[in-house]
């Protein structure tokens, strides 16, 4: 005799597919919420903020942006983040005043790697030329200016340089100056990061979420610290990762970590129930 399916039970199935298991994080900015999503889905939370913003102190070179931008050396720049593009934009205002960097922009050609640049152009009043599509990586960013004529070109980078963005562009003849606005480092308690690096190595997580490239060069330093990042490795590679776009699993796969597949979107929302839906 069949049993008849309950569809309250099937939904509750569905959002609590983690069903218990151990899930590590390595989210900084959005710890809380990511915590609260994995908990959500019927998982077992590990938050380890892995990655604090920091000024990239005495920004000679930012200056030195400015000076050619406002002097009309530039054709075309190119924004990365939109955290970056407000950071850039405070730093010249003390020398510039409030819109000068705005009003330059309006002035060239600007592209905006995806949506978070392009709403701080638009809080900014700047309407960007160019929004580089999903999943927001630098192949987006040459495919969207393919063929332009611009040659004298800017880049904000983030984090870490973009090298095969810029190879991309000179290959094509542009002349390009990357302007870094700020860096990441490891935060300030990397107490949570280690003790995440301990249980990988042991084998404690089923699951490990990625939400940026530079989570796992983290993971790894810290881990080398503590000398066991041959074990942390291995214990990513048994465990299901997952990562939230092309960008982060390149960098992964530098480390010699597979993920098991990208969510349909490159959101954090949808990693986290594509994840729980997907655990086996």
């Not at 611009?150 to 302007?179: C, D, F, K, M, N």
């Amino acid at each position: 005799m069949c049993q008849k399916s309950n569809p309250i039970r099937s939904i509750y199935n569905q959002f609590m597919a983690f069903a218990g298991r151990a899930v590590l994080a390595l989210e900084s900015r959005r710890a809380v919420e990511m915590a609260e999503l994995i908990r959500k889905r019927g998982g077992i939370p590990f938050v380890a903020p892995s990655m604090r913003e920091i000024p990239v102190e005495a920004n000679a070179a930012a200056f030195a942006f400015a000076d050619r931008l406002f002097a009309g050396g530039f054709d075309m720049v190119i924004l990365l983040t939109g955290v970056g593009t407000r950071q850039l934009s405070r730093l010249l205002a003390p020398r510039h005043g409030n819109h000068g960097f705005a009003d330059a922009l309006r002035g060239l050609t600007s592209v905006a790697r995806g949506p978070k640049p392009a709403a701080a152009l638009r809080e900014m009043g700047v309407t960007p030329t160019l929004i580089a599509g999903e999943p927001n990586t630098w192949r987006e960013v040459l495919a969207v200016t393919a063929g332009r004529p611009e040659r004298r070109i800017a880049v904000q980078e983030y984090g870490r340089p973009s090298p095969e963005l810029v190879e991309g562009l000179r290959g094509r003849g542009a002349e390009v100056t990357t302007v870094r606005v700020y860096q990441w480092d490891l935060p300030e308690d990397t107490g949570p990061l280690g003790e995440a690096a301990r249980k990988l190595a042991a084998g404690e997580f089923d699951v490990v979420l990625f939400t940026t490239a530079m989570q796992i060069a983290h993971l790894a330093r810290v881990a080398a610290q503590q000398g066991i990042e041959a074990a942390v490795l291995e214990g990513l590679r048994k465990a299901r990762v997952v990562s939230i776009g092309p960008t982060t699993t390149e960098a992964l796969e530098e480390f010699g970590v597979t993920p098991d597949f990208e969510p349909s979107h490159p959101k954090m929302g949808f990693l986290v129930k594509e994840a729980a839906e997907r655990t086996d």
